[in-house]
């Protein structure tokens, strides 16, 4: 049985940088996507970034793209998320995932990690 474990998050000014991971326990993935997503408060859940396992091709929400990198070990055991010059609109509890199909699409998604809190204030 797979299972999404996250870590890092927390506080961070504007301007500055952070990165998430995201562990996956179990069978190794080979096929599908792996994501990252985010909510804020009183916000429905939006896809942030993805890309494909078996060919690692990224993709981004216009919001992140230039700033935010997706990125996988060469394992395939862990998915990384670094963003640089963050903003306090990316504030949320971001959440990586598993899932098949459209990879920007958030019913895409079966399989979830536990959701980190990203905080960016002075």
């Known amino acids: 049985q797979v299972h999404l474990v996250q870590s890092g998050g927390g506080s961070v000014q504007p301007g500055g940088s952070l990165s998430l991971s995201c562990a996956v326990s179990?069978?190794?993935?080979?096929?599908?996507?792996m994501g990252w997503f985010r909510q804020g408060p009183g916000k429905e859940r939006r896809w942030v970034a993805s890309?494909?396992?078996?060919?690692?091709?990224?993709a981004y929400a216009d919001a992140v793209r230039g700033r935010f990198t997706i990125s996988q070990d060469s394992a395939k055991k862990t998915l990384y998320l670094h963003m640089t010059n963050v903003r306090s609109d990316d504030t949320a509890i971001y959440y990586c995932?598993?899932?098949?199909?459209?990879?920007?699409?958030?019913?895409?998604?079966?399989?979830w990690g536990q959701g980190t809190q990203v905080t960016v204030s002075s």
């Open positions: 995932a598993k899932g098949t199909g459209w990879c920007p699409d958030v019913a895409s998604y079966a399989l």
């Open positions: 179990g069978p190794t993935l080979t096929t599908g996507c």
């Open positions: 890309m494909t396992i078996e060919r690692g091709d990224p």
